[in-house]
């Protein structure tokens, strides 16, 4: 697929992924105000294009939306009343299907709140997702604690809370349960991919039957919050299973890195040194061993805030300028860069040897700093022989070099039908 | 001749992708895929080219059973309807997309923050087919795990499009100023705030999807019953329904733009747009043996008897499909045996029906397969492109309809000779656009934009309620 040779490609240890955060106008809550960004245009179909295609150029593995079932708030569980950013997006499934046949290579993670939708409609539109986009679907799922969010569903309710209670035992037994919640939700959805085994649809005419019957599979899920029948109503999806990430936090309650080793092929971390995410991944690895997915792939992903200039005084002036506007300094969960390609470039490599197999970028003024990324930072990587030249893979799973997973029902009736095999030669 | 005639109704045309159901012929050399994107893309882009009003896809939230076992005799399978719709946005530019959505497994603020994304992101092309489902047997698929009592699924119903559209109102349009030398993006902190309190649903906060292109999303209904037309007169912009025969969408139109006025509306605030299927062929002869060969491969045997327990409520597996009918009767009571199907609750007086096909059976020697053929699935245009628009233009003219959602029995082809051939006549008799004149699905069905409430006067009510 590739018309460079194998031997320009990176080799697998050395390899980094790479993938762009979306959202809004960027990262920075001024962002809108900088003379490339496009605030009006924020809800259109032609902006989002514009983002993933600028992203596929730069070979990029994937982007990922943000979204929210409520109005974006500088509060962790309130709305903030605040008129001077960006608020109102759109439902980010949707306009990863927008821009799915306007491209060809990238991958594509809407972000789908667990904690008020359903599994079995999530798990259709990520199938669908996958169909659309032929093999590049994903979804990173998220759990909301907003108590406004809540209250738009009416159907639980949520305590008000600020960041600094997060240790709170009321707090850390709300954090458990929305986490292991989503666990439940994410094995929900795995199984419902898996409901239709490939090749389920036969078309058999002789026999008048258009599906093998036996190739569908009730997935009888029961969780605490909530269970589900199955099978699907939407056949596998072409890459079997999409590639489900998360972004985790250290917690006292283990909690977030707890998903992550039991439910996720993607993990998106935020550590802001080498240091930090050596212990991270030990973390992150440990809950993966407890899990007994040791041998799984697993990839993590360190996410960084990006603000990127040929010339590092500019890019911190950037910051400060911003920073002025919005009227106080952008704080963030994840390391905030500023500084050159190259600068990065190293930062990325040094975090990489700690263990992170890739990085999610988080463009803080999409309009500058994602073709910062495209046209500085993916140069500069190539030149060092630790990114892609061409897309090597036509689906997500390929370019993270992850395989097609078997069909967890296929794979016990096999079992089955080689233990009936052996029970008859051995009788 | 002296009179002056009536102008010409123009005909409104949408186009439903088939699948999972009794129409479809998958068996068909020519049949594709009825999962793969490509085949959806062929399908939109030939009804855009034919200047469709819109595209449209049911829904179906649980694989349909029969006697226990998962039902495998026709399509199953298919995609997420609002996930294909906004793709669909992608390779269409003018082409409506109508989604059906249930009102039983969904909550008011998912559904209308979705249908508001695809309005934006199709500029104004998203259309909402309110559908009513309420049985245990699909509710084992969501959280609330339960079902709905029958008779309240109207009442849900008609509460969930009145909280959408509160949801869909909360903006007024004028909210995003994203002025960057004065910093101000919101002219309002209280951008698409909402509270409503009701017998389902008790709900507050702030919508978080500004106006979308039409304001609201085109609003479909589907229902038959009494309920169901009294839910559509009162709020709906179109009905899809099941009566595409002269005499019987006669009787339909009649009652249900009757009962517009009641709720203050006017005879064109309401679109009745049947389901119909077609056969075309060199000549009308021709047509006729194509539509029996159809119809032939739609019910095979084993089809046939499946189809006649949706009546009988009885395993009638022992039976020859060949043969005459059951002499015995309908079980009766509550129906054990499909589940997950219209059908069953279309037949609503099982002896009855049971009656009136051994009769029908024995008068003309049909046996039980040539009795389904004959009278399930209705074609409703067949002949040579001539004689189906010819007579399209009637029914629409004498008021049966105002126009048809068409099903082809082949995916995703089976469109592409109606566009080549049967488009070009209705434009030749006037009564079809040749060119979309507006943008947004709600020109292309000549509907207002529901009327946008002013910025200030939405402050004042505000005020006055908080
Ligand atoms: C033409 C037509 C199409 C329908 N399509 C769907 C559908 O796609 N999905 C669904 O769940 N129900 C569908 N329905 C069912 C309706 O939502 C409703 O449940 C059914 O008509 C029974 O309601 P009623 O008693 O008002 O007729 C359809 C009904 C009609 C008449």
Known sequence: ?427 | MSEPRKPLKQIHLAAHFPGVNNTTVWSDPQAGSHIEFSSFAHFARTAERAKFDFLFLAEGLRLREQGGKIYDLDVVGRPDTFTILSALAAVTERLGLTGTINSTFNEPYEVARQFASLDHLSDGRAAWNVVTSWDAFTGENFRRGGFLPQDERYSRAKEFLATANELFDSWHGDEIVADPATGTFLSDAKAGAFVHQGQHFDIEGQFNVPVSPQGRPVIFQAGDSEEGREFAAAGADAIFSRYATLKEGQAFYADVKGRLARHGRTHDQLLILPAATFVLGDTDADAAELAREVRRQQVSGATALKHLEFVWNRDLSAYDPDGPLPDIDPDLGEHTLARGRAQVRMYRDPLATAREWRELAAANKWSIRDLVIETGNRQAFVGSAETVARTIDEFVQADASDGFILVPHITPGGLDAFADTVVPLLQERGVFRTEYEGTTLRDHLGLDRPAARSGSAAHGERAVAS
């Open chain 1, 1 to 427: 697929m590739s018309s460079v040779p194998s031997s320009a490609l990176p080799s697998s240890s050395s390899a980094l992924h790479l993938a762009v955060a979306l959202d809004g106008a960027g990262w920075h809550p001024a962002a809108w105000r900088e003379p490339v960004a496009r605030p009006r245009d924020l809800l259109t179909a032609g902006y989002w294009t514009d983002l993933v295609t600028e992203a596929e150029r730069g070979l990029l593995d994937f982007v990922t939306i943000e979204d929210a079932l409520g109005l974006q708030s500088t509060h962790f569980t309130e709305p903030d009343g605040r008129t001077d950013q960006v608020r109102g997006r759109l439902d980010a499934v949707l306009i990863a299907a927008r821009v799915a046949p306007l491209t060809s290579h990238i991958g594509l993670l809407p972000t789908v709140v667990a904690t008020h939708t359903e599994p079995f409609h999530i798990s259709k539109a990520i199938a669908t997702l996958d169909y659309v986009s032929t093999g590049r679907g994903g979804v990173r799922i998220q759990v909301s604690a907003r108590r406004n969010e809540a209250a738009h569903f009416g159907r639980r309710t949520v305590p008000s809370f600020r960041i600094e209670d997060l240790e709170s035992p009321a707090v850390q037994e709300l954090t458990v349960d929305l986490f292991d919640e989503a666990a439940d939700y994410v094995e929900a959805v795995r199984r419902l991919w898996d409901s239709w085994e490939d090749g389920a649809e036969i078309r058999d005419v002789a026999t008048g039957r258009f599906v093998d019957r036996e190739k569908l599979h009730y997935i009888d899920f029961e969780g605490a919050h909530f269970s589900v029948k199955g099978p699907s109503i939407t056949p596998r999806p072409p890459q079997g299973q999409p590639p489900v990430g998360a972004l985790a936090h250290e917690s006292v309650t283990g909690a977030p890195f707890r998903l992550l080793g039991r439910s996720a092929d993607l993990g998106f971390v935020t550590p802001h040194d080498a240091g930090q995410a050596r212990a991270i991944v030990a973390s992150v690895r440990a809950e993966q061993d407890a899990a007994g997915r040791a041998g799984e792939p697993l990839h993590l992903f360190g996410d960084l805030v990006v603000f990127l200039d040929d010339d590092p005084a500019e890019a911190a002036a950037r910051k400060e300028r911003l920073d002025t506007l919005a009227g106080y300094p952008y704080t963030s969960d994840a390391r905030i860069f500023t500084g050159t390609p190259s600068q990065l470039a190293d930062l990325l490599q040094e975090l990489g040897e700690a263990g992170l197999t890739g990085f999610r970028l988080r463009p803080a003024v999409a309009g500058h700093d994602l073709p910062a990324i495209t046209r500085g930072l993916v140069p500069e990587l190539q030149r060092r022989g630790v990114f892609r030249h061409a897309y090597e893979a036509d689906t997500l799973r390929g370019l993270l070099g992850l395989a097609r997973p078997a069909n967890r029902y296929a794979a016990a009736a096999a079992v089955a039908a080689d233990a009936a095999a052996d029970a008859v030669t051995t009788a």
